[in-house]
């Protein structure tokens, strides 16, 4: 009779030591995730990992938890595009995020009126007017006791400081409303008026960012160089509300002198942490080095 009995009893402590472990394991149910515009945010799905089908959810979640979804990207970033029809319109605006702002007639991709920025030299003052769209945005003086050749040869020096095109259309609505700042009193938006501010600036260039040097000639505030028409064909980032940060940025001279020089730039937005990257060449017969 017990030696009947033991393969039962061992069964039965087998099943008890099994079953131990997955019982003192629940499923967390409480704590699950959801991937929306590329952020991980807190959702208390009923889901076993961090699910990526957001725009399922916010279609058919309930309305309290597409509130908060809809919160915790505004507050971490934004709202991205293909989120947005979920979002009020008060969640759908910008960040609060204090940053200086853009500069968008220097963008001229998609701008119906481009016109070129003019120095001027002005015989009679002795200086050079710096002029866009019609407007005068600032001027330097000239050595009063140097001759004409000199003078010109300062004017082009500075040539290449100044955006060589502006978006006038841009420009002059800037002008009227006075949004984002107005370009006539403040090229940049940087908060210093234009008769104290040397140079416009259309991107910043943070403390710890790894940025080779420009080669000479080398145009900073070229449409091709700078972020705004590929952030706009980037999918999920846009329009940046804050003037971009230029993060990295590597020069690759050309190799055998006959492929073209390569400047690689990054950009990052400093209020929805997006980044985008930006390549500019030249010919190999330019200055590099």
């Given at each position: ?15 008890v ?41 916010m ?83 000239l ?10 040869r ?63 000639n ?46 690689r ?25």
């Amino acid at each position: 009779m017990r030696t009947g009995t033991k393969p039962l009893l061992l069964a039965f402590v087998l099943t008890v030591i099994i079953a131990l472990p997955l019982a003192s394991h629940p499923t967390p149910l409480n704590t699950q995730q959801l991937i929306c515009c590329n952020m991980l945010l807190n959702v208390n799905g009923n889901w076993i990992g961090a699910s990526r089908h957001c725009d399922d959810y916010m279609r058919n979640g309930p309305r309290e938890v597409r509130t908060s979804i809809c919160r915790q990207l505004r507050q971490g970033g934004g709202v991205c595009t293909e989120l947005a029809q979920y979002c009020s319109p008060e969640d759908r605006k910008p960040p609060d995020i204090k940053c200086e702002k853009p500069t968008p007639w220097f963008d001229t991709s998609d701008c119906p009126d481009v016109q070129k920025t003019l120095l001027k030299i002005d015989k009679r003052s002795a200086s050079v007017n710096i002029t866009m769209c019609g407007s005068v945005v600032g001027s330097f003086w000239l050595p009063r006791n140097s001759g004409p050749e000199v003078w010109e040869r300062i004017r082009a020096e500075n040539e290449p400081y100044w955006p060589r095109q502006v978006c006038c259309t841009k420009f002059r609505q800037a002008v009227r409303s006075g949004m984002p700042c107005n370009p006539r009193k403040d090229l940049d938006c940087d908060g210093k008026p234009n008769d104290a501010d040397n140079r416009p600036e259309e991107y910043r260039i943070p403390a710890d960012a790894s940025i080779d040097r420009f080669p000479p000639n080398f145009n900073v505030l070229d449409p091709d160089f700078l972020p705004h028409s590929t952030g706009r064909a980037s999918k999920g980032v846009g329009d940046c509300p804050c003037k971009w940060e230029l993060v990295t940025g590597k020069l690759i001279c050309s190799p055998d002198g006959k492929q073209p020089h390569e400047y690689r730039a990054t950009f990052r937005c400093p209020s929805t942490k997006a980044e985008v990257s930006t390549v500019k060449t030249a010919p190999a017969t330019a200055p590099c080095k």
